[in-house]
């Protein structure tokens, strides 16, 4: 299977300006490869992502959308990482309702260095992408 | 919607286009509706290409413009300064990082690099039609800080400040200056006592035309935000008249029949109801504490300077920025802690005050005191207690404390209770004089420290002692000393009213220890000395005068440009469910009436632009600027459509 | 030689752009001051830029360092010059100064470069990396590292042989040989002195093998090997290229030893020994790390909380001092040493040593003033002479200093004593400059 052909699973990524955006930087300067079809839109944090372009992602046909969330290191308060994350249960349910799998949005801490992480998610998520696309 | 949009698309000598075909690329969103001119240059950052991209601006009238280069981490600041110097307002920039997210991401993978980059530059045309021009904010700042507590961080802050031509209120709540310093007798490696050190930077304050020093008085309500705050000061009267005679003060104090524990001195004497802490200190005028006078009248019989009619005053105040120097609090073991409560254990301050008291003869309760054993680390490195920190201060402290013993009494033997002794830096020299005293060091670890116990008349220190392959070792002492760390003010008010966070020392937190190291995340207000954590003298003043120039920056231009990257309320579908006031770590939305209907408004000086308002309005109403619905559905529509 | 005369003016001279150094010039640069900003390398951010994480936060160094980095290149009032030293600084009796800069020849000029490394595939000349501690190789046309500021190339002329290719594979012919040094005459109001620190040379200490023993590093080599911009992409060992996995430290490398004339403790070792450790135990879970101390100084802010982080990762703390570590054929160490808990000598294998190398003064500061004397402490730091009241000052009026060139301290320590001279060096700015109206 072609890394680059358009049956690859296509992945919206909000990452944040200040701790996402370095470390998915970093994975390119060290030549760390993951799938091509991952894009990236960038936010001052991650619990400024609003439900409505999660779900707009899905129906304009992203595959899975990823949130690379500030974690601890948000430089706008420590209640960061809850606030995303209720917005991401609130968007699952959401998304269940509509009959899209909710595992295909996911979140995670993505540290101003974690480039290794980055790609690791990646490329998990876009394997599980694929499998749910063949099954 | 713009629809003069330049678009320029760097192949950084290859970096990016020898994965990313840029001609494709370029091609590929030439004929998008609104892209007016769509080129390649070999490095966008070049003089030559930042030329073309201000002529371009200027002859084609760009009204937005895009740039796929390297991160804008790296040229983000260059090409806005690029677009404002041709008119064109920064916020109408795009920029599309192919270089790291694309190229190099995937040099394994040329097709998938160069789809990814169209549709990189697609997003941030997309992006950049529904952009908007937006202004900084300004906002008049008053030229005047507030500089809360008097104590040596306080003082020299307010200092360096008057002396930069800024009007200083310096605040105190105390009736003396000087704080936890002007307790301080001996001061280690310099030739000056702490008093000496209050009374040379009072009078650098006291005379100075830009600094005026309220005493006995606190803050106990702020408003507005950062340019001008507004703060309540409340200041208790000295009872004391402004032109006072000094000679009958004195017979004042002499006849005042009341006797309280004197905090000055740790508890260890008592003073009158009418007192000065010491005979130099200053402001030079004595005070009565009023909470425990009797009005018995006695001072105003051999005094004219009296004067119980003093009432309260309220200030209004109005500043630009707040200087917070609080200070701290020695720790108060508690009952039986290492023995406290026996008559012959005392703090680390308190055996200070004693030093000072005792000539020829260390005395203690009637007795003389030789065989002294100090415990470290009591209220600091605790296993079980909530301070897990380093006091930083006590180790050099405590050991100075040893060499001023042997300098002053004969015969001192005195026995170290460590955890490891911590003089970090130049300090190491002061552990070393003391071990060449012969002072005898044992130490443990922190979850076997030593025991104190009485046994008979004896006190006895026991300890498993590390250095001596774990051997049991008893000591004798005439006196524990028990060297106490710094802990946070107990009495937080001030601290509840600026709403300054605290870390997980309970100190206030700065915003970033490297970055941001005197700033609080409420803009305007910045801290200094040991209230944001232990500290020892030349420390303090550093962070006092590092938070100086940051106060100084605030207020030094009376004007202040905020990022207009912020929030904003839809006034007409906002139906107030304060969902978003919740949502926002800055205290930035309150609820206005306006029209008869209650809404939120957003604090445009205090909004910081992070966004968690966004998401938990169900009525959506509000937008932030720059990531606004139709920008980022836009770009989430140009990213799909492959 | 190039010699400008030039009416070169500024309120302040920064010397050096660490840390330290930066902070002030950004600080004095906000106030609305003009800088001349110098450092002797070839780039600015110091020893702090080259950092992997820092303690206690663990935020990465790279990203505090370089968003100050760029701020301060950026700054319309920091002027910027590398290569760059100080010399025959002197001070008017109305207070000000004047100093001859002198820029040594990059041979490239920084304006035109781009950083497109070009240079660097066709150079034939490998040398040993100074911006990697010597761990690997890098071309006699570079650019010192990708962070570096300005990000330009730069020509090791004492390693070129001018075989020329460097010239044609440059885009932008930026590279220009016949550049020479380039003097100018500066007037300034104040002078901030932010000249940093040295590392201790661990051959003084013949016993612990640095040098002769592959596998003994020291703590700033194994920086750079935990850095982001690390030569590897992961740790390994020097003699054959392996993952360590039972890794010593020892502590206090020429620091509190009065045999080596440095008497006193350098206050970020242990602070910085423990970091490499929690992130060893990150980059090589299987691997053992162990201190051996003398005392533990976990003594700042969340410092303290940080080293019983690092003991409840599995860290292992031995209070020892190692006398004499020797080698292995299979290149394994073993470190004899006097382990304070048993009271008994002994030895262990490790198969890769870190010496954690203590902070040293730079020399040479005094001999940049003339006809003035720059007092120094009994340490060789420069002396505060006003060390509680203006922690700043200096023997000379006028003359502020910040960070490491005062004493040992860590980031946000130099980082505040940057804050102090900042803040004496705007007010002494301003008293000049009143003088100078008045006058």
Request: with cysteine; net charge negative.
């Amino acid at each position: 299977m072609s890394s680059s052909g358009k049956d690859m699973p296509k992945i919206l990524v909000f990452s944040t300006e200040k701790i996402s955006d370095p470390a998915i930087d970093m994975a390119g300067l060290l030549k760390l490869h993951y799938p091509p079809r991952v894009y990236i839109i960038s936010l001052p944090c991650s619990s400024a992502v609003k439900p409505r372009w999660i779900l707009k992602a899905f129906s304009e046909g992203f595959d899975g959308v990823f949130i690379a969330a500030d974690g601890t290191d948000c430089p706008y308060g420590e209640s960061c990482t809850d606030k995303t994350g209720a917005i991401i249960k609130q968007t699952q349910d959401m998304l269940k309702e509509k009959g899209i799998e909710p595992a295909k949005l996911r979140m995670a801490a993505i540290c101003s260095i974690c480039s290794e992480a980055f790609v690791k998610q990646m490329k998990n998520f876009t394997e599980y992408l694929v499998n749910q696309k063949t099954n | 919607m713009k629809n003069k949009i330049g678009v320029y698309i760097c192949h950084c000598g290859g970096n990016i286009s020898d994965y990313v075909d840029v001609e494709k690329v370029r091609d590929a969103v030439k004929d998008i509706e609104g892209v007016e001119i769509s080129v390649d240059t070999m490095f966008a950052c070049a003089d030559s290409s930042q030329k073309q991209i201000f002529n371009d601006i200027k002859e084609k009238q760009l009204d937005g413009l895009v740039v796929a280069s390297c991160s804008p981490k790296l040229h983000y600041p260059t090409f806005s300064a690029v677009a404002e110097r041709a008119g064109l307002n920064k916020y109408n920039y795009v920029h599309a990082n192919i270089r790291e997210q694309v190229s190099w991401a995937h040099s394994d993978n040329k097709l998938g690099a160069t789809e990814k980059a169209i549709q990189a530059v697609k997003a941030a045309i997309a992006g950049v039609k529904e952009s908007i021009s937006l202004e900084p904010i300004k906002i008049k700042s008053q030229k005047i800080v507030a500089v809360i507590g008097a104590g040596v961080a306080g003082m020299r802050a307010a200092k360096e400040l008057a002396d930069l031509g800024v009007k200083v209120y310096l605040i105190e709540r105390e009736y003396f200056v000087g704080g936890r310093v002007a307790q301080l007798d001996y001061l280690c490696r310099v030739q000056e006592t702490g008093k000496e050190l209050v009374t040379r930077m009072y009078e650098a304050i006291h005379k100075h035309e830009n600094i005026t020093l309220f005493t006995g008085a606190e803050i106990i309500e702020k408003g507005g935000s950062i340019g001008n705050f507004k703060i309540k000061l409340k200041i208790t009267p000295r009872y004391i008249k402004k032109d006072c005679n000094e000679d009958e003060l004195k017979k004042a104090i002499e006849v005042c029949p009341v006797e309280v524990d004197d905090d000055f001195n740790f508890n260890i004497t008592k003073r009158k109801a009418i007192y000065k802490n010491y005979p130099s200190e200053y402001p030079q005028k004595p005070a009565i504490d009023i909470k425990n006078c009797t009005r018995c009248g006695e001072c105003e019989k051999v005094c004219s300077s009296i004067d119980f009619n003093q009432k309260e005053e309220i200030l209004d105040l109005t500043v630009g920025s707040i200087l917070t120097a609080t200070g701290f609090d020695p720790y108060r073991p508690k009952e039986n802690e290492f023995g406290w409560g026996l008559d012959n254990v005392v703090t680390l301050p308190q055996f200070r005050r004693i030093i000072n008291m005792c000539d020829d003869k260390l005395i203690y309760n009637g007795k003389e005191i030789k065989e002294i054993a100090y415990i470290y680390c009591v209220g600091s490195r605790q296993v079980d207690g909530e301070n897990k920190y380093c006091s930083r201060y006590c180790c050099t402290a405590t050991l100075y404390t040893s060499i001023l013993t042997h300098k002053k009494y004969k015969n001192i033997h005195a026995y170290h209770f460590n955890r490891g002794i911590r003089t970090y830096g130049k300090q190491e020299v002061i552990y070393d004089e003391v071990s060449q005293l012969g002072d005898i060091f044992l130490q443990s670890y922190e979850y076997d420290p030593a025991t104190v116990e009485k046994q008979g008349d004896k006190t006895i220190v026991k300890v498993k002692d590390i250095l001596t392959n774990n051997t049991e070792i008893e000591v004798e002492a005439d006196l524990v000393v028990l060297v106490t760390g710094m802990e946070p003010r107990k009495d937080n008010s001030i601290g509840d009213v600026l709403k300054i966070p605290k870390g997980r020392d309970r100190f206030y937190n700065e915003i970033h220890m490297k970055l941001r190291p005197v700033e609080t995340v409420i803009d305007g207000i910045t801290i200094a000395g040991a209230c944001q954590g232990p500290k020892n003298i030349l420390e303090s003043v550093n962070s006092a005068l590092s938070a100086a120039t940051k106060s100084y920056s605030i207020v030094n231009t009376g004007e202040l440009a905020l990022e207009p990257i912020i929030a904003s309320v839809n006034e007409d579908t906002c139906t107030w469910c304060g969902l978003c006031a919740d949502a926002c770590p800055y205290d930035a939305i309150e609820l206005i009436n306006k029209n008869g209907k209650d809404i939120a408004e957003i604090n445009k000086s205090v909004c910081k632009g992070c966004g968690m308002c966004l998401p938990v309005c169900e009525s959506d109403s509000i937008e932030m600027s720059g990531f606004t619905n139709n920008i980022i559905e836009n770009m989430i529509s140009a990213y799909a459509d492959i | 030689m190039q010699y400008q005369t030039d009416n070169n003016s500024y309120d302040a001279l920064v010397i050096g752009a660490g840390i330290a150094g930066g902070e002030a010039a950004l600080n004095l640069a906000n106030l609305g001051y003009k800088v001349l900003l110098i450092d002797k390398d070839l780039t600015i951010g110091g020893k702090m830029i080259m950092l992997s994480k820092v303690f206690p936060t663990l935020d990465c160094s790279a990203c505090i360092t370089t968003p100050k980095v760029s701020e301060i290149s950026r700054h319309p009032n920091i002027k910027i010059l590398t290569s760059t030293q100080a010399s025959n600084i002197t001070q008017k009796s109305d207070g000000t100064f004047m100093a001859e800069i002198t820029t040594k020849p990059r041979y490239v000029e920084i304006e035109d470069c781009t950083g497109c490394q070009l240079c660097e595939e066709a150079c034939p000349v490998i040398v040993k990396d100074q911006y990697q501690y010597d761990l690997v190789g890098r071309k006699a046309a570079y650019i010192p590292f990708s962070i570096a500021s300005p990000r330009a190339a730069a020509i090791d002329i004492e390693n070129c042989t001018l075989c020329g290719a460097c010239e044609r594979a440059c885009p932008t012919n930026c590279i220009d040989f016949t550049q020479t040094d380039k003097k100018i005459t500066i007037k300034c109001n104040t002078v901030i002195l932010a000249t940093g620190f040295q590392l201790f040379d661990p051959t003084l200490i013949p016993r612990y093998g640095f040098g002769r023993f592959k596998n003994v590093i020291t703590s700033m080599q194994m920086e750079r090997q935990l850095a982001p911009t690390r030569p590897f992409n992961t740790v390994l060992r020097p003699s054959d290229g392996k993952l360590p996995d039972n890794i010593a430290y020892v502590l206090c490398t020429g620091s509190r030893d009065k045999t080596l004339g440095n008497p006193i403790c350098s206050q970020v070792c242990c602070m910085y020994s423990t970091k490499q450790a929690q992130l060893l135990m990150g980059a090589l879970p299987m691997a053992d790390i162990t201190l051996y101390y003398l005392h533990i100084r976990a003594f700042g802010k969340g410092f303290n909380e940080f080293y019983a982080q690092a003991q409840s990762m599995g860290v292992e703390f031995v209070k020892g001092k190692v006398a004499k570590i020797t080698e292995k054929e299979n290149g394994n160490l073993i470190l004899r040493y006097e382990d304070i808990n048993g009271n008994v000598v002994k030895e262990t294998e490790h198969d890769m040593v870190v010496l954690s190398v203590g902070i040293l003064p730079n020399v040479g500061i005094q001999e940049l003033f003339s006809g003035i004397n720059l007092e120094l402490d009994e340490f060789n730091y420069v002396k505060q002479t006003d060390v509680l009241a203006s922690p700043a000052a200096t023997s000379i009026n006028g003359v502020f200093v910040a960070g490491t060139a005062s004493a040992p301290m860590d980031i946000p320590d130099s980082i505040l004593s940057a804050g102090a001279a900042s803040a004496e060096a705007a007010n002494y700015i301003r008293k000049m400059s009143e003088i100078n109206v008045s006058v």
